[in-house]
Each structure stands twice: as structure tokens, then as C-alpha cells.
């Protein structure tokens, strides 16, 4: 499964950015997808979920609220909306893939490459 992510930028805080996610190489309904963001120097930081059919998600609570997943089984892309973003928000964000709805950044085995997200005072 290659993963292509894309969206990131610089924004002031309360802005707005939406994150996209597209995967290839293996049957995108299949596939259980998770957004983690990282700070260097941090361990990667668990952001939210979705299930396959995109019928369940979990947030951290840092996020509840402010972000929302979603996913377009038609066009095999995973998409993460960002509200009301906050300079703690600043990170690398990652899309990941696996076959289990967790929480855990080792139990997801296909990632992409990370896109920057800054956001300013």
C-alpha cells in the first residue's frame, strides 16, 4: 500500500487546513486509516480513526471538535478537516493504514511520507 499525503501549510491560529490522504496498491475499502501528527524530538502522537466503511471514528481529546475525518471509498482518499487550529496543533502530520481500528502508531504497518503543519500566533 503506497500512501500519498498532501495539505499541509502555514496558517494563522483559527485557520483552517484540510489534509488528504490517497492510498494505491491495495483495495482501499479494506483498509482501517489513522492521522498522526509528531513533533521532533517526540514519539508519534495519535490524532483519529476511521473505520472501513468511514461509519466510526475516534479523536484524541486534543482534537474533539476541532477535526474531522472522512474518507471517499470512490476516489480511495482519506481526508482530515482542521478547525480552529491552535499553535499546538504544529506538527508533521502522517496518514497511516492497517487492518485494525487502533490507537497505536506500531500497529499500523503503512504510512506515508508526512506533510508540515504550522500554525501561528
Known amino acids: 500500500v503506497q500512501l500519498q499525503a498532501s495539505g499541509g501549510g502555514q496558517v494563522q491560529a483559527g485557520g483552517s487546513l484540510r489534509l488528504s490522504c490517497e492510498a494505491s496498491?491495495?483495495?482501499?475499502?479494506?483498509?482501517?486509516f489513522a492521522w498522526f501528527r509528531q513533533v521532533p524530538g517526540n514519539d508519534r502522537q495519535f490524532v483519529v480513526v476511521i473505520n472501513r466503511s468511514g461509519s466510526s471514528t475516534t479523536y484524541a481529546d486534543s482534537v474533539k471538535g476541532r477535526f474531522t475525518i472522512s474518507r471517499d471509498n470512490a476516489k480511495n482518499t482519506v481526508y482530515l478537516q482542521m478547525n480552529s487550529l491552535k499553535p499546538e496543533d504544529t506538527a508533521i502530520y502522517y496518514c497511516?493504514?492497517?487492518?485494525?481500528?487502533?490507537?497505536?502508531?506500531?500497529?499500523?504497518?503503512?504510512w506515508g511520507q508526512g506533510t508540515q503543519v504550522t500554525v501561528s500566533q
Open positions: 496498491g491495495r483495495t482501499f475499502s479494506s483498509l482501517v
Open positions: 497511516a493504514a492497517g487492518s485494525q481500528y487502533v490507537f497505536t502508531a506500531n500497529d499500523y504497518g503503512y
